[in-house]
């Protein structure tokens, strides 16, 4: 299982399609004077789509992303696209960082100089790591999943073998938001002898709340009655993509500016910028993430996660917890914020942390304060 140097090349047929499929697009109606009431506003999504069409440059970015380390490894059979950069420092802990949906490992393009270089960012150079950013199974460069039972739980597995096996690290750490922090809870509970610690920004493992379990504090009940108006108003998108993720497929995987819609709408409800996207990221930042969903042909892939995850849950058994030493970090804007007897009842939780402002995208939106985090967490398991 030996790592392979990978650079990222598309083709310039597949870039001409896509700005043919933006020229032609069919547009729907909407009703006057709805702003996002509806769903994705048509007039920023045209903004965003002429943008992406007449200035937005693939070949710029995808230069950036060239200036990282990457590799691709086959690791059972499954081709594992990953960013792998050395630290700079007497001793760099190695740190395996999972994206979510719909993000990609180019959320991770700010904070991955900062923790591999500290002392080039304002930090100290002990805090050094060894930074691995791998691009789940189904997204990005990564193989797309052929077969069931691709879970979060299974890509635990699968990447305590590339940290192991592929790029030799008998220990590490791990991080991850969204799907990532339910990766990296898998990683603690299924493989805790590898690890030295976890960081995530969400609890994502379901406590036993049966005969016998802790009553639930107030402050739990309302975190429990929060997250049901969340399903309930916000949820909608989880819901399809967990029951029938075939059949939104075809619209997402055949038409640019759908796929740019649905992912756009996300970043603009869960990140903290009252309801002006751009004002915490720009057009190229949006541009870049929902451009390798495009020429990779992963939406469809990688939103099966979603029905894989409601057949393969991590439910802890009465008095079970994950005992590896962890950190929370809770943005006020996130989709979820917890409250810390919740995240005590599955984590052996040594750190947590209430940030100011910041929402669900935090290494793109909050990159100084997110590293921050990471440092301090760590810092104490050195």
């Known amino acids: 299982m030996a790592a392979e140097p990978f650079r990222i090349s598309v083709p310039d047929d597949v870039l001409e399609d896509l700005r043919r499929r933006i020229a032609n697009t069919r547009w729907p109606d909407e009703i006057p004077g709805t702003a996002w009431d509806y769903g994705s506003n048509m007039a920023y999504v045209r903004e965003l789509a002429d943008y992406w069409l007449n200035e937005y440059d693939w070949r710029k970015h995808e230069a950036f992303l060239n200036g990282f380390d990457q590799y ?5 059979g499954m081709g594992v696209h990953f960013i792998h950069v050395k630290g700079k420092g007497p001793n760099p802990m190695p ?5 979510g949906w719909p993000s990609t490992f180019w959320e991770m393009h700010k904070i991955i100089p900062m923790l591999t270089d500290p002392a080039s960012h304002g930090g100290d150079a002990v805090d050094s790591f060894d930074v691995v950013v791998p691009s789940m199974p189904s997204f990005g460069f990564s193989d797309r999943t052929s077969e069931r039972d ?6 635990s ?10 790029l030799g690290y008998e220990r590490f750490a791990a991080q991850g938001g969204d799907w990532g922090a339910v990766v990296t809870a898998g990683l603690g509970h299924r493989h805790p002898e590898k690890m030295i610690g976890l960081h995530v920004a969400s609890v994502s493992p379901l406590p036993d709340l049966g005969p016998g379990s802790k009553p639930l504090t107030q402050a739990e009940e309302n975190y429990l009655s929060a997250r049901a108006r969340w399903r309930e108003t916000e949820g909608a998108y989880g819901h399809i993509q967990g029951t029938k993720p075939q059949t939104l497929s075809y619209g997402l995987t055949d038409s640019p500016v759908g796929l740019a819609a649905w992912i756009v709408e996300k970043f603009r409800a869960w990140t ?3 309801g002006d996207v751009e004002s915490v990221y720009t057009k190229d930042e949006l541009l870049t993430n929902i451009t390798i969903y495009w020429v990779t042909q992963t939406i469809s892939s990688s939103i099966r996660i979603y029905y894989e995850s409601q057949r393969d849950t991590l439910s802890l058994p009465l008095g079970e917890r994950i005992e ?8 006020p804007k996130d989709i979820s914020h917890p409250p810390r007897e919740w995240g005590e009842r599955v984590f052996d939780i040594r ?6 402002d910041g929402g669900h995208f935090a290494a793109l939106e909050k990159p100084d304060r997110l590293v921050e985090d990471i440092r301090s967490h760590f810092r104490r398991l050195r």
């Open 272 to 274: 903290d910028c009252n």
């Open 150 to 155: 691709w879970s979060p739980l299974r890509v």
């Open 324 to 331: 590896v030493p962890t950190a929370l970090v809770c943005f």
């Open 157 to 166: 597995d699968l990447w305590a073998k590339l940290m192991t096996q592929v």
């Open 95 to 99: 740190l395996l960082i999972t994206h």
């Open 351 to 356: 750190q947590w942390t209430e940030m100011p």
């Open 72 to 76: 691709r490894a086959d690791v059972d």
